[in-house]
C-alpha cells in the first residue's frame, strides 16, 4: 500500500512561532499549471503589527550580539538549509514549475548567498567605518551600527533566492526583519522559517508574513516603530505612496529593483546608522 | 611585618573641621582622591577661552595699574647681592620714574638670607603690618628644591621671619607627594606656618609652592591645593620658577576653582599666586580677566591674588606708556632692576 | 569702576565692501532676480545691511540649466585633481579673506563674532581643503572602483551657520564631480554672496556652483525640480518630511540633516568644572541655534543640586549683546519669528510647571533678544523636554543609574546628537554605544571637523556630512547592482 501524503501547514512565521493570520484567512497557492498545493495563511494588518512588535523586541539582543556570533548563527542557517536541499529543491519545483536541476541551481545560490553574508557580520564595520583624523586632542572613530527594524517586500518572481537576497543582508549587521514573503510563491518562505526556528536565530529576529504585499506593505510603511523600508519586490505596487507614507516618519528606504539584486555589502550598509565618537584625550 | 598604621597628623584647624577628628593619613587620603576629576582638554579649552577676551581702552588702564599693585617683584639667584636687592627694591618703590603715579607693587620677593637687606633698604615703605606699603616676601624651606630635613626647613623659615619677612613662600615635598605620603606633607605645611610665628603672637602670611610643573598632571594638582589649604596655608602658588612648565594659564584657573569651591564650602578665602613664566602684559591681562570670570572681582587685591614676576613689571610699563603717550616706547625708558 | 564691565571691544564692519543690491549668482555672474527683492537686516539692530534678489521658479530653472550645462560641458570631463585644486583655491581664498567673512556672518546672523572668527569661518576653509583632496581620490572612498557623480545637486540650507552649512554642501558635491544650485536661508544670505565672488576669484568655471536667494517657494521650486539628480537639505523637521514625500519616487537621491533634542548626560563622577563649560557651551552656543544642541540636561539626581547651582554661577559671567564686540558670548536671536517660537514654548515650560532661570541681562531695545535660560523640575512629559526650541533654554531632568540615563536619552523620535560625561573610560564608551544618536561626544560637546561624519538616526534625519561617508551621499556606487525601476511607479 503506497503512503498517503500528510499536506504541510503554511503558517505565519512571528516571534519565533508559527501562528496562522489572526484574521483566520487564508489563500490558495497553485502550481505554475494551477493545481491546489497548499491553503496559505493571508496576513493581516494586525499580523503585520504583531511582527512589528516581535521584531522590535528582538533588536536589542540581535543587535548586541557581537559580529562572531552573528556570523556562526547566520552560517548555520545554511548548514540547516543545504541540510534540507531537497525539500527546498521539491517545493521550488512544483510552485515555480521548473526543473529540478533549476530548482537546485536557485537552491544552491541561496546557500550561498547566505554564507557570503555570514562572513559580513564581523567584517562590514572594518570596511563601513573607520577611524577620522580630526585636529584636535580628540579620539574619534565611525562606526556602522543597525537601524533597527527593516520592513522589506520580497522579490514577487522568486521562491527562496528573492527572498534570501533580501533578509541576509539586513540581518547581518543585527537588524531585526519583517518580510512579505512572495505571494504567488510563499511556501519556500515559510519553509524557511522552519529552518529558522531550528536554528539558533532568537524569535522575532525574522518574521514572515504571507499574502498580500498590496494590502500589507501600506501598514509597514507608515508604522512608526520600523526605521527602515526596503522596496525590493514592491516594483509592481503602488510603491510612490509607499515611500510618501514611509517619509511620515523619516524611514529609510530602498527603491524596487528589477528582477534579484546581486549580493553587495551596500545592500548591509543601507540598513546601518553611522556613529561618530568624540572623546577628549590627555596626558595630565 | 606590622600593618599599615593610621598615624594622626599635626592638627590643622581647616583639615579636623572638614574630614573628622580622626584626621590621619587614611581619612586624609581618601578625601583628597574622592575629589572630583579635571579633564585636561577641557580645563585648556576654557582657559584658552578666557584668553580671547578683548580688554582694551579705560579696560585696559585698568588693568596694567592693577597689575603692577599685584606683583611680587623677584629675585632669587644664587648671586644676589645687597647691591642687588637694593636695586630691586628701588624698582619697587618707583616702578616708573619718567611717570609718578605709576602704582608700587605689592611686596618684593628674596632668599631668606637677604631679608634683612630688603627691609633695610625699603625703610619707610616697608609695610610691617600696615595695611600700605610693600612687603618683603622670603621664599623657605630649602628653595627651590625642598630637599632637606624638616629641621633644616623650619629653621629656614624662623630665620626669614625674625629678619623681618611678611610673608612666607614655602615649597611642599613634591616627593612625599608623587609617592602617596600625603600626610607628611600636610604635616610640613603645619610646622612651616608654626614656624611662621612670632613673638608678639601674629603670624607671616603663609604662601604654599606647590610646584605644579613637577605635579604635572591636573588632578595632582587640585589633590595637593585642598592639601595646602586644609593644613593651613593662606595662598597657594604654582611654581617656583625654576622648574618648567612654570604657571600657566589652566594650571591658574584650575587652582582658583579649588578656591572657590573651598569660598562656597566654608565662607573663607584662600589666596592664589601664579609664579614664573608671566612676561607680558597680554599674558598677565589673562590672568585677572580669569580671575574675575571664575572667583569673582573681589580677590583682585593683594591679599588673595600675586603674580610672581621680575621681567614682567617693565612690559607692563612700556603698555602703561603707550596708553598715556599714544606712541609705542622701548627698552631704554624702562629701568633695569 | 567694575572690571568685569569690559570697555567695549568692537570688531570693525571697516573691512566689508557690501554691495546696496545683490543679484542671483548664476552662471558664474550675478543676474536680476524675478522676484520681488527683499532685505536683509541685522538682527542685533533691525536694520537694512542690503537688498536681496528673489529667484522665482524661471530663475530656477536658469540656475538649474547652467548647472545641468556646467555639468555635462565642463565639471564632469575634468580630471578630479584639477577639481580639487578649483576647491583648494577656494579654501586659500576663504582663508585669505577670514575676517571679512567673519564680520559678515555676525553682522548678517546675530552670532558673536568670537564664534565667527574662531569657529564657523575656520571651519569652512577647513571644509574646502579636506574635500579638495579628496576630488582625485574616490576610489579610496570606500564605494567600489570609479564611483560616479550624480549630476546636479540642488541644496538647500538653513540660517544657523550660513557658510559652514554652505561648505558642507558645496565642497563634498564638487569634489564629487556634481555642479550645484544652493539656496541660502532667507534671513542670511550675505556671505553665500560675498562666497560668490570667491568663486569669481578663484575662476571657477561658471555654472558649476549656482547660488540663488529666495524664501520657502524658491526651495521648493528647486528640490522638485525635473532636471535635479539630487537633493540635500538642512533645516526642520517637518520640512524634511515634506522634501521627502515630493521627492518619493523621483530617483533622486536624498540626504536630509533636521532636528534634535540632545540630551547632555552628567554623571556623579564627570569633571565637574569640564562639564559645567560642556553643558555651558551646549546649549548657549551659537544662541542655541544648533540643531546638535544639548538641550536636555540629564544630571544624576545625587549631584542635581551642585550642578544646578554651579551652572548659575557661570552663566552669571556670559555677556549679552553686540554681535560685533569681541567680548560678547550670546548674540541676537536670528529673527523675530524665531524669537515668537522660542517665547512660546518658554512660556509653556512655566505653565506646565517648570522653573525658570535667567541670569540678570540687559538686553539692547533694538533688535530680537533673549536671555539664556534654564528650567529645572522639567519631567520627560513636558513639551521643554520633547520640542525643539532652537534657542538659548535648557531644559533640565535627572537620572538615577546609566541605563535609566540612556532610556531618557534616546526616547525621543530625534536621535543627531548626545553628550557623556564621566571619569571612567568603560562607562563612557558603554554609553556610547547605546546611545541613539549619530554623534556622541564624551567629555566634550559641540566639536566639529571635517573628517569626521555629522548627522542623525531617526528623525533626525539620513545621510552624513564630512569624512569619507560625507562622499556617499554624491556618488554612485559601481558596486550598487540595481537599476532603477519605472514599472508601477507614480509621477
Known amino acids: 500500500m503506497s503512503h498517503l501524503t500528510v499536506p504541510k501547514t503554511f503558517k505565519l512565521y512571528i516571534g519565533g512561532k508559527f501562528p496562522r493570520s489572526e484574521s483566520g484567512r487564508v489563500y490558495e497557492v497553485v502550481t505554475a499549471k494551477g493545481d491546489f498545493l497548499a491553503n496559505a495563511a493571508k496576513a493581516s494588518r494586525k499580523d503585520a503589527r504583531d511582527a512589528v512588535v516581535a521584531a522590535r523586541s528582538a533588536v536589542a539582543g540581535w543587535s548586541s550580539a557581537t559580529g562572531y556570533n552573528r556570523g556562526q548563527v547566520l552560517y548555520r542557517i545554511a548548514e540547516l538549509l543545504e541540510g534540507r536541499r531537497a525539500q527546498f529543491v521539491d517545493e521550488i519545483r512544483r510552485s515555480e514549475g521548473v526543473s529540478e536541476s533549476a530548482a537546485s541551481v536557485q537552491v544552491d545560490a541561496a546557500i550561498d548567498v547566505w554564507v557570503w553574508y555570514a562572513g559580513w557580520a564581523d567584517k562590514y564595520v572594518q570596511v563601513a567605518g573607520n577611524g577620522n583624523p580630526v585636529s584636535g586632542p580628540y579620539f574619534n572613530v565611525s562606526t556602522p551600527e543597525a537601524t533597527g527594524v527593516v520592513a522589506i517586500i520580497a522579490p514577487q518572481e522568486s521562491s527562496l533566492l528573492g527572498l534570501v537576497s533580501v533578509v541576509a543582508p539586513a540581518l547581518v549587521s543585527g537588524n531585526t526583519v519583517v518580510v512579505i514573503a512572495s505571494e504567488a510563491s510563499p511556501l519556500s518562505a515559510i519553509s524557511l522559517g522552519e529552518v529558522l526556528a531550528t536554528s539558533d536565530v532568537p524569535g522575532g529576529v525574522v518574521n514572515i508574513l504571507t499574502g498580500s504585499a498590496a494590502e500589507i506593505a501600506p501598514w509597514l510603511a507608515s508604522h512608526a516603530d520600523v526605521n527602515a523600508l526596503d522596496l525590493a519586490g514592491a516594483g509592481d505596487l503602488d510603491w510612490v505612496d509607499l515611500q510618501i507614507a514611509a517619509a511620515e516618519t523619516l524611514k529609510r528606504v530602498l527603491p524596487p529593483e528589477v528582477g534579484i539584486a546581486a549580493p553587495s555589502v551596500e545592500r548591509v550598509t543601507f540598513f546601518t546608522e553611522t556613529k561618530t565618537v568624540w572623546h577628549t584625550k590627555g596626558l595630565i | 611585618m606590622t600593618a599599615t598604621k593610621n598615624n594622626a597628623l599635626a592638627p590643622a584647624e581647616r583639615a579636623v573641621e572638614l574630614i573628622g577628628g580622626d584626621l590621619t593619613e587614611k581619612s586624609l587620603r581618601l578625601h583628597l582622591e574622592g575629589l572630583p576629576g579635571v579633564d585636561a582638554v577641557g580645563l585648556e579649552a576654557r582657559a584658552a577661552a578666557l584668553g580671547t577676551r578683548s580688554i582694551k581702552t579705560t579696560s585696559k588702564a585698568w588693568a596694567l595699574d592693577k597689575i603692577i599693585g599685584l606683583i611680587d617683584l623677584t629675585t632669587l639667584e644664587g648671586a644676589d647681592t645687597p647691591g642687588k636687592v637694593r636695586s630691586l627694591v628701588a624698582k619697587a618703590m618707583t616702578p616708573d620714574p619718567g611717570d609718578l603715579s605709576t602704582p608700587r607693587v605689592a611686596a618684593v620677593c628674596v632668599y631668606g638670607d637677604m631679608v634683612a637687606d630688603a627691609v633695610a633698604a625699603l625703610g ?97 594638582v587640585r589633590r595637593a591645593s585642598w592639601l595646602a589649604i586644609l593644613a593651613g596655608g593662606d595662598f597657594i602658588k604654582t611654581s617656583t620658577g625654576k622648574v618648567a612648565p612654570a604657571a600657566t594659564l589652566p594650571v591658574t584657573l584650575l587652582m582658583l576653582q579649588v578656591v572657590g569651591d573651598w569660598h562656597r564650602l566654608t565662607g573663607e578665602k584662600i589666596g592664589v599666586k601664579p609664579a614664573g613664566g608671566i612676561r607680558t602684559s597680554k599674558d598677565a591681562i589673562k590672568y585677572l580677566v580669569t580671575v574675575a570670570e571664575t572667583v569673582g572681582e573681589e580677590w583682585l587685591q593683594p591679599h588673595l591674588f600675586r603674580f610672581g614676576a621680575s621681567s614682567l613689571l617693565n612690559d607692563v610699563l612700556l603698555q602703561r606708556q603707550k596708553l598715556s603717550t599714544g606712541r609705542y616706547s622701548g627698552p631704554d625708558y624702562v629701568t633695569m632692576d | 569702576m567694575s572690571f568685569l564691565d569690559y570697555a567695549p571691544a568692537p570688531e570693525s564692519t571697516a573691512i566689508l565692501n557690501l554691495r546696496e543690491n545683490y543679484g542671483l549668482f548664476i552662471g558664474g555672474e550675478f543676474v536680476e532676480g524675478h522676484g520681488t527683492p527683499f532685505s536683509t537686516i541685522s538682527p542685533a539692530t533691525e536694520k537694512h545691511i542690503a537688498q536681496i534678489a528673489n529667484a522665482d521658479a524661471s530663475d530656477v530653472d536658469a540656475a538649474v540649466a547652467a548647472a545641468r550645462r556646467a555639468y555635462d560641458r565642463t565639471w564632469s570631463r575634468m580630471s578630479g585633481s584639477d577639481r580639487g585644486k578649483y576647491l583648494f583655491r577656494i579654501a586659500r581664498l576663504v582663508q585669505e579673506r577670514a575676517r571679512e567673512l567673519a564680520v559678515a556672518e555676525s553682522l548678517d546672523n546675530g552670532k558673536p563674532i ?28 570606500g564605494l567600489g572602483p570609479a564611483p560616479r557623480s550624480l549630476g546636479v545637486a540642488a541644496q538647500v540650507i538653513p540660517w544657523n551657520f550660513p557658510l559652514l552649512m554652505l561648505a558642507w554642501k558645496i565642497a563634498p558635491a564638487l569634489a564629487a564631480g556634481n555642479t550645484v544650485v544652493i539656496k541660502p536661508a532667507e534671513t542670511t544670505p550675505l556671505t553665500a554672496l560675498i562666497f560668490a565672488e570667491i568663486l569669481q576669484q578663484a575662476d571657477l568655471p561658471p555654472g558649476v556652483v549656482n547660488i540663488i536667494t529666495g524664501a520657502g517657494d524658491t526651495g521648493q521650486a528647486l528640490v522638485n525640480h525635473t532636471d535635479v539628480n539630487k537633493v540635500a537639505f538642512t533645516g526642520s523637521t517637518a520640512v524634511g518630511r515634506a522634501i521627502a514625500r515630493s521627492t518619493a519616487g523621483s530617483g533622486k537621491k536624498l540626504t536630509l540633516e533636521l532636528g534634535g533634542k540632545a540630551a547632555n548626560i552628567v554623571f556623579d563622577d564627570a569633571p565637574i568644572d569640564q562639564a559645567i563649560e560642556g553643558i555651558v557651551n551646549g546649549i ?139 571619569d571612567k573610560g568603560s562607562r563612557i564608551l558603554g554609553v556610547a554605544d547605546k546611545l541613539r544618536a549619530g554623534v556622541v561626544w564624551a567629555n566634550t560637546f559641540n566639536q566639529f571637523d571635517p573628517s569626521s561624519p555629522f548627522g542623525g538616526y531617526k528623525e533626525s534625519g539620513y545621510g552624513r556630512e564630512g569624512g569619507r561617508h560625507g562622499l556617499a551621499a554624491y556618488l554612485e556606487s559601481r558596486g550598487w547592482a540595481a537599476p532603477a525601476v519605472t514599472k508601477g511607479a507614480r509621477k
Request: hydrophobic share 40%.
Open chain 3, 284 to 422: 548657549f552656543f551659537n544662541q542655541g541655534h544648533v540643531c546638535c544642541a544639548g538641550s536636555r540636561l540629564l544630571v544624576q539626581e545625587n549631584i542635581h543640586d551642585e550642578v544646578v547651582s554651579r551652572l548659575k554661577a557661570r552663566m552669571s559671567t556670559l555677556r549679552v549683546g553686540d554681535p560685533l564686540d569681541k567680548n560678547t558670548d550670546v548674540g541676537a536671536i536670528n529673527s523675530r519669528a524665531q524669537l515668537d517660537r522660542i517665547r512660546e514654548l518658554s512660556n509653556a515650560g512655566v505653565d506646565e510647571g517648570a522653573e525658570r532661570w535667567s541670569p540678570a541681562c540687559t538686553l539692547p531695545d533694538a533688535g530680537f533678544w533673549f536671555a539664556p535660560t534654564i528650567f529645572t523640575g522639567v519631567s520627560t512629559s513636558h513639551r521643554i523636554a520633547r520640542d525643539e526650541i532652537f534657542g538659548p533654554v535648557l531644559s533640565i531632568l535627572t537620572f538615577r543609574t546609566p541605563a535609566e540615563a540612556i532610556a531618557k536619552a534616546n526616547n525621543t523620535p530625534y536621535g543627531l546628537s548626545a553628550g557623556i560625561w564621566s
Open chain 3, 114 to 141: 568670537k564664534e565667527s572668527r574662531d569657529v564657523d569661518i575656520p571651519l569652512v576653509a577647513a571644509w574646502f581643503f579636506y574635500y579638495a583632496g579628496w576630488a582625485d581620490k574616490l576610489d579610496y572612498a
Open chain 2, 124 to 220: 619707610s615703605s616697608h609695610s610691617a603690618g600696615r595695611d600700605d606699603g610693600i612687603n618683603v616676601a622670603a621664599v623657605a624651606t630649602a628653595f627651590p628644591s625642598g630637599r632637606a630635613s624638616l629641621e633644616v626647613k623650619l629653621a629656614d623659615t624662623t630665620d626669614a621671619v625674625s629678619a623681618g619677612a611678611d610673608e612666607i613662600d614655602m615649597v611642599i615635598d613634591r616627593g612625599a607627594f608623587l609617592a602617596g605620603h600625603y600626610g607628611r606633607v600636610f604635616d610640613q605645611i603645619v610646622a612651616v606656618k608654626e614656624a611662621c610665628r612670632r613673638d608678639d603672637g601674629t603670624y607671616a602670611h603663609l604662601k604654599v609652592i606647590l610646584e605644579t610643573g613637577e605635579l604635572t598632571t591636573y588632578d595632582n
